[in-house]
């Protein structure tokens, strides 16, 4: 049983599935205390002890189906003919990768073998090998080529079990030499899917916002991109309306004297006064926190119409915050949060159009962006930030580099992003919305006032 836990964990480690060694004893310990042979029981205790959140149950079930179903053997029901046929034409496919000197074929007769480890490594580790040889290269065509090259070699092995089953299964049944392709064929398309279908994390609790009240009938409703300059001044000046009322209700929050918690001491001290009756409450005067805000702006065509309103409101409110740190990108990340404290609003914005170190006139590219930000910039993130980004996921078919995006949402308190084209929009073209949206924890459509309107709401009060 140990052994066969010990395997399982290491599928799990090379699939990028985290389980540390004391896990991995408890759920040793507590197999004990069951009867392993009960499929039902021997699951829930794995899964007790290694999962630890429901974001991690996709990628659970899939790596236990794996090592537990798929590459079960079922001794019972084999027939021992068959067995006979499976082994020899197992050797004759050794024999073949070792004439080869071909890795991934190595890899793949281990999991044709019924060990499934070096083949989940092998995948895990394309993206890291791409991003070490292909630095030079935004697109994903280093990714793909590599996973091309692995299918090429599932479809190699493919051709060769059907010769050889013809060959050793000559003088067998009809059914048993349907048995062994069948078992081959389950395999291969096995490796197949691990390697073309990888399992999203279940985004859990995620927040997808799609109405909103309509405070504005009219200019409220107008995308801001296709605001007049007239109706611009007017959105600014509903904006210094609503950035004052919202300052008002914040600053009464965070003054309210019963700031903290209960405070028994002093309130069981002051009840001796009045025969033991808590006349006077006390709580302990701990202030409110204030969080981190960090916005990532895309500043490409028609986004940075509803990034610059965005951008406007959050510096206009940061006496609620913290502090506000502000990135934009069109490919690379530049960090503008001085340009913003040295300047007026509308003046920082106009700077930022023009004199910020970042190349305008390239193609937007979101998994540059993540990458740039994790090596310079992922220390801004911590416990206490919220991240906001505001683009519309529209990466001219680069890698989208979605696994960064993850880490980012570990290092931080939440991720909300804001998406200035209309829904129906969503998910088309090179649009990796559905890529992304489960790797955050809010999303929304932020193209009018009055959708800007119910974020601000939410993210202040």
């Known amino acids: ?102 890795p991934i074929l190595d890899v793949l007769m281990e999991f044709l073998s019924g060990d499934p480890h070096d083949y989940l490594g092998e995948i895990t580790d394309i993206h890291t090998r791409v991003e070490k040889q292909q630095a030079a290269l935004k697109s994903n065509m280093g990714q793909l080529a590599l996973r091309l090259d692995v299918m090429l070699k599932i479809n190699k092995l ?49 927040k997808d916002i799609k109405n909103t009240d309509k405070k504005y009938k009219n200019i409220g409703e107008k995308p801001f991109s296709n605001l007049t300059p007239d109706e ?19 600053s009464r929050r965070f003054m309210s004297r019963n700031k903290g918690v209960l405070d028994i001491k002093k309130t069981l001290k002051d009840a001796n006064k009045f025969q033991g009756v808590p006349v006077n409450i006390h709580y302990k005067n701990k202030p409110l926190r204030k969080g981190k805000i960090v916005t990532l702006c895309d500043i490409s065509g028609s986004v940075w119409s509803a990034a610059r309103f965005m951008l406007n409101i959050l510096f206009s409110l940061q006496d609620c915050f913290s502090r ?31 004199e910020a170190d970042i190349e305008y006139d390239v193609p937007t590219d979101y998994g540059e962006t993540f990458s740039d930000f994790k090596n310079n910039h992922i220390h801004e993130l911590n416990s206490k930030t919220t991240l906001i980004i505001i683009g519309d996921a529209r990466s001219n078919y680069m890698n989208p580099h979605s696994e960064i995006l993850e880490e980012m949402r570990a290092k931080c308190k939440r991720i909300i992003w804001l998406n200035p084209e209309p829904l129906n929009t969503w998910d088309t073209g090179d649009s990796e919305m559905y890529t992304y949206k489960a790797h955050v924890n809010e999303v929304r459509p932020c193209q009018n006032l009055n959708q800007l309107f119910d974020f601000i709401e939410d993210l202040i009060l």
């Open 232 to 250: 611009i001044e007017l959105t600014r000046e509903v904006i210094d309306q609503l950035v004052k009322k919202l300052k008002d209700i914040a």
């Open 324 to 354: 506000v740190k502000s990135y934009v990108f069109v490919s690379g990340v530049c960090d503008v949060t001085d340009i913003f404290d040295k300047n007026q609003i509308n003046d920082a914005i106009d700077k930022i159009m023009s």
């Open 1 to 102: 049983m140990l052994e066969t836990i010990l395997k399982f964990t290491a599928c799990c480690r090379v699939s990028n599935f985290y389980i540390s060694t004391s896990q991995t004893l408890d759920c040793v310990e507590h197999l004990k205390l069951i009867d392993p042979t009960d499929e039902a029981s021997f699951k829930t205790v794995l899964k007790t002890n290694f999962v630890k959140t429901q974001r991690d149950n996709p990628r659970f079930e899939a790596l236990y189906n794996l090592y537990f179903h798929d590459m079960a053997i079922k001794v019972e029901t084999e027939v021992s003919e068959d067995l006979d046929i499976k082994n020899k034409i197992l050797e004759e496919l050794k024999s073949f990768a070792l004439q080869s000197d071909d």
């Open 158 to 206: 493919r051709s060769r079990v059907l010769e050889l089953v013809k060959g050793f299964g000559e003088n067998a049944q009809p059914e048993t030499r349907e048995s062994v392709e069948q078992h081959f064929a389950k395999m291969l398309d096995k490796a197949y899917e691990i390697l073309t279908k990888e399992p999203r994390p279940e985004n859990v609790g995620l």
